[in-house]
């Protein structure tokens, strides 16, 4: 006995011949008109353009790739801790986010040349987009530099949460009069 899960072999005696799909595959709708009734010049079987395969991918330039990869992964997780620190620290952040986009976009630029598949371009694109958030929030940071170092320094006194609380809401307000002194717009009054 042969294998029941095999498709049947044309060439078997007692087997009536299959009739052929309309572009070739297996489980593809049936052809209209058998043989023995006449085809119109508009019935044929329809013509499928055949699909390029995909172009390989270099191995020596998927390495590249994957190696810049890992050190723009090294450079975020640096871009992370370093944000973390605390003031004056955390305005290093800045540079090492610079650094990190730089890699990363040169790691995107060689996985696309290398034609790596996968997730792997959209997830450096998107650490990039992180890595420039940072850089973004570091240089208001920098810009905000005397409201940033009296929040510090009163964190650094508080020692109960409402005296934490307090020095959040002296921060606001002391950014919404940095901004108002730059822009000529009055802060709105607090309640």
């Known amino acids: 006995m042969g294998n029941p899960y095999a498709p049947p072999r044309p060439d078997e005696p007692g087997r009536p011949a299959p009739e052929r799909p ?3 595959r297996p489980g593809s709708p049936q052809q209209g008109p058998g043989p023995q009734q006449g085809r119109g010049p508009q019935e044929g079987p329809r013509k499928q353009e055949p699909r390029r395969p995909p172009e390989p991918v270099d191995p020596e330039a998927a390495r590249l790739a994957t190696r810049r990869g890992l050190y723009f992964g090294l450079l975020m997780l640096a871009v992370v801790l370093v944000s973390a620190l605390r003031f004056p620290w955390r305005t290093a952040a800045l540079a090492v986010a610079v650094v990190a986009i730089v890699v990363g976009v040169r790691a995107i630029v060689a996985a696309r040349r290398a034609r790596v598949r996968g997730a792997f371009v959209p997830v450096l694109g998107l650490g990039v987009g992180l890595a420039g958030v940072i850089a973004l929030q ?3 940071t920098l810009v905000a530099w005397d ?6 320094r009163c964190v650094d006194g508080a020692i109960t949460v409402a005296a934490q609380e307090r020095c959040e809401t002296d921060r606001l307000q002391d950014i919404e009069g940095w901004v108002s002194g730059i822009t000529g717009v009055p802060a709105p009054a607090r309640p």
């Open 22 to 24: 309309v572009d070739g």
């Open 138 to 140: 570091t240089l208001g």
């Open 147 to 152: 409201v940033e170092a009296d929040y510090q």
